[in-house]
């Protein structure tokens, strides 16, 4: 089962096309009745601007894989509206002004709204909401006539993200301020994912069945955050305190499905799969989440030349977390397949107390010399209770899991910051960090989960501007430390980054950015290196014209052993390896021959080239061209507005799974109209 797209028939191109017509004339007509500037209304000055548009798409090739780039479709838009009202003197004591802006509003993936009402020293409220849709679906299934189940994730998403908040900023006096604040965030949408049918209680022999078998799923999700609080910000003088105070709840549900009866599971290559079919699997898995808010944080002077700053966080996250899991096919034995049905449960409570304690200083030596100290300690804790039971055939497991996590963490910064003249500025310190994880298992200390880890962060930035011609910057950092807890966590970790900046003319400048890192863990052989290096230049011909080019190259390598713990061999030293190069060459340039005419030019072409393995397994990824232009002309038209012509270009290209690339034209017509 797979998210369908489907193209438009001739005659709703036709359509399409009557629309943007209509759309033009009424926006003309809409146009000519007004002069852009400003208009009374409700006691403010208000004026603004419209932006309306029709885009005309055309893909051909894989869709999905443009809508995870692009998902820019066919339709009218409007695209941008902003608002703004100013009062009259003496004519609104409710508020001094006012704004709206949206952008992105009619289907696009990106859209937003805000809206901004304020009276000096009394209140100042702001509301906002975002949307964004995700998209994410590889054509699994262009692999596999080449025998490559393996080179894709098979996981897909169609997802939107909705982020909406209110805050209200309330003055009582030229020192104090009240502060409410309601924040939501939301997702939902469809996800297809793999998941392997294992179970709580299942012998060792069972986890080759299981590895051998990831089933595509279905799994609908549906997420929401609501935090409400409400807070006080008090000044005297140099100290200033805050406090927010409120209440927080998450919750998370999935509904998971097989997408088919009598389905084969995603690795083709064992040809004993074709045998173990799975017949249904589904499950439903939930959490909620709520807390307390408490946040405090305080700055002011002790001394004429000592600064101090401090605050206290404390969140308690806790709720019940409940899994129902039911799937039933066919399992090899021997040489024989048989029946299988298992059904599980699990039941828990979780506990998340969260400490975090900061308090730092900074002493001014003198005019060019300042010290600063911070010191941060945090303290994690999750408490977990469950209880699980599961049914296979006739063989019933049951029992009860105790977790303990203890995650402190000490923070120790020491910085010093030099200014010996207006064009120099030099910055060195150290950080010192402290993690101490301990894993408490049913009562008994897991001592392969449990750590302490300290580490050594020298750190180094010097700004450096002789004239306005020249400017420097560089940062180098070397991280050590004492213990790894993860396999690719490094022991060493040596890098910088350096920015230099040529602007001979007012007209003329290059900037180039040059990045490298080295990290290594010698214990599990894991490497990798970063290269990176960028350079723009941009020239202004002249008032009417400017052109810009761009090139950037990226090496990345690393490589890492893994062992697994349940299956057939091989189960260890496992190599992955990842090794690619990115070049991106970029250029465009902006003119505007003759006034109310302009031309805008931007492209880019991305050209990638390497592999992801894995021991004995398809390449992840490969090769890879990418190319993508947008040039766009402009016409002022007198007391009318901006009409507004756009194109837009673009292929997508991948060497080793051919099925995900697609091009795409773009053409946009818009309208803007200032009022």
């Not at 021997?334 to 107390?353: H, I, L």
């Not at 063989?395 to 200014?419: C, E, K, P, Q, Y």
Request: charged share 20%; with cysteine; hydrophobic share 35%.
């Amino acid at each position: 089962m797979r998210t369908s797209y489907t193209r438009s028939e001739p005659g709703s191109r036709v359509r399409g096309r009557r629309c943007a017509i209509i759309l033009l004339f009424l926006a003309l007509s809409a146009a000519a009745q007004d002069t852009p500037g400003t208009f009374s209304a409700g006691g403010f000055d208000n004026q603004g601007s419209a932006t309306f548009g029709y885009r005309f798409t055309d893909v051909k090739g894989y869709e999905a894989k443009f809508d995870e780039l692009f998902n820019l479709r066919s339709g009218p838009r409007l695209m941008d509206f902003n608002l703004f009202g100013k009062a009259k003197a003496g004519e609104n004591r409710f508020a001094d002004d006012y704004s709206l802006t949206t952008s992105g509003l009619g289907g696009d993936p990106f859209a937003t709204t805000q809206f901004t009402l304020r009276k000096s020293r009394v209140y100042d409220l702001r509301a906002g909401f975002r949307q964004s849709r995700y998209y994410w679906n590889r054509n699994d299934q262009a692999a596999l006539p080449n025998g490559l189940s393996g080179l894709t994730s098979n996981h897909d998403w169609a997802t939107v993200r909705k982020l909406g908040s209110v805050n209200l900023l309330v003055h009582a006096s030229n020192s104090l301020r009240f502060n409410f604040e309601y924040y939501r965030n939301s997702r939902d949408g469809i996800t297809y994912t793999t998941r392997s049918p294992d179970y709580f209680g299942s012998p060792s022999t069972w986890g080759g069945f299981a590895r051998a078998n990831p089933y595509y799923v279905v799994a609908p999700l549906n997420e929401m955050a609501n935090r409400v609080t409400g807070g006080v910000d008090y000044t005297r003088n140099s100290w200033s305190l805050h406090y927010k105070i409120g209440h927080q709840v998450f919750d998370s549900a999935i509904q998971g499905d097989n997408i088919a009866t009598l389905q084969r599971s995603i690795n083709t290559v064992d040809a004993a799969t074709a045998g173990e079919l799975l017949s249904n699997m589904a499950w439903s898995d939930s959490r909620r989440l709520s807390t307390p808010v408490s946040e405090f944080s305080y700055t002011g002077k002790i001394a004429p030349r000592l600064e101090t700053r401090g605050g206290y966080i404390f969140y308690r996250y806790s709720g019940p977390a409940t899994l129902d899991f039911a799937f039933n096919g066919m399992a090899r034995s021997g040489t024989s397949f048989v029946p299988y049905a298992v059904s599980m449960s699990g039941r828990a409570d979780v506990s998340e107390p969260n400490h975090v304690i900061d308090q730092g200083f900074t002493y001014t030596i003198n005019e060019w010399w300042r010290v600063l100290t911070d010191y941060r300690y945090s303290r994690f804790t999750v408490d977990s209770n469950g209880t699980y039971s599961s049914l296979n055939g006739t063989v019933a497991s049951a029992g009860a899991s105790d977790n303990r996590w203890r995650i402190g963490t000490s923070t120790l910064d020491f910085n010093t910051m030099f200014t010996p003249s207006a064009s120099l500025l030099i910055r060195a310190g150290v950080r010192l960090f402290k993690n101490d994880v301990v894993m408490i298992q049913d009562g008994v200390v897991d001592q392969g989960r449990t750590k302490r880890i300290n580490t050594v962060w020298p750190i180094l930035s010097v700004h450096y501007q002789p004239s306005k011609i020249f400017t420097i910057r560089a940062d180098v950092e070397q991280i050590t430390n004492g213990a790894s807890y993860t396999r690719i966590t490094p022991h060493t970790d040596i890098g910088g980054r350096f920015v230099v900046r040529v602007r001979p003319t007012d007209k003329f400048y290059i900037e180039e950015t040059s990045l490298l890192r080295n990290r290594r863990l010698l214990q599990t052989d894991y490497r990798a290196t970063v290269r990176s290096n960028a350079i723009t230049a941009n020239y202004d011909f002249t008032e009417k014209l400017a052109v810009f080019g761009g090139f950037s190259y990226d090496d990345l390598f690393a490589s890492n052993f893994v062992n697994f713990l349940r299956g057939p061999a091989p189960t260890t030293n496992v190599i992955l390896r990842d090794q690619n190069i990115t070049r991106i060459w970029q250029g465009g340039l902006r003119a505007t021959p003759f006034r109310g005419f302009g031309i805008n030019f931007a492209g880019n072409f991305v050209r990638t080239t390497g592999v992801g393995e894995i021991t004995g397994e398809a390449p992840l990824y490969g090769p890879m061209s990418f190319p993508y232009a947008t040039g766009s002309f402009y016409y002022d038209i007198p007391r009318l507005g901006r009409l507004t012509l756009q194109l837009q270009r673009t292929y997508y290209i991948e060497e080793l799974v051919p099925g995900n690339n697609f091009g795409a034209n773009l053409l946009t017509i818009a309208w803007t109209r200032g009022f």
